[in-house]
């Protein structure tokens, strides 16, 4: 009973780390535009629906790396939160390389290079989230 449990809190915390990451990715991209933003009449009813469905984006891409990730941290016994920070952000960097953005590296100043910091951001705080909820008692179950 207590890894069925311990299945469905890493599964809470997943989902709402995801929402936290996505909660960043949207703030921090659109940051630059706000006062843009806030002419043209968006309101902070349209932020949410952008985080909602960024954060469904998340879940659905992340899952499978993030699980294998989960399920090395759950069976080491890995508890350290600069651990999930880390492995949060590599992960978010790495499914952004993966996602072809790797051959637009040019100048540091250029438009992917500050989407690639504001993606890891969302990974290390997706990280820290999924910690506070599960990663502080991985492996407990066993």
Do not use: N, Q
């Not at 989230?129 to 407990?140: D, K, P, Q």
């Amino acid at each position: 009973m207590s890894v069925l449990a311990r299945i469905l809190v890493v599964l809470f915390a997943y989902f709402l780390g995801c929402i936290a990451a996505s909660i960043i990715l949207t703030i921090g991209t659109l940051t630059p535009e706000w006062d843009d933003l806030a002419a043209a009449g968006f309101h902070s009813g349209a932020m949410w629906a952008v985080v909602f469905v960024t954060g469904t984006a998340i879940a659905a891409i992340a899952l499978l790396p993030a699980m294998l990730v989960i399920a090395l941290a759950e069976g080491f016994a890995w508890r350290s939160i600069v651990i999930y920070g880390v492995l949060g952000g590599a992960l978010a960097l790495s499914l952004s390389y993966g996602l072809d953005f790797a051959g637009y590296v040019g100048d540091p100043d250029s438009l992917l290079s500050r989407e690639r910091e504001v993606l890891a951001a969302s990974g290390i705080t997706g990280g820290f989230v999924y910690w506070l909820f599960a990663g502080r008692r991985a492996g407990a179950w066993k």
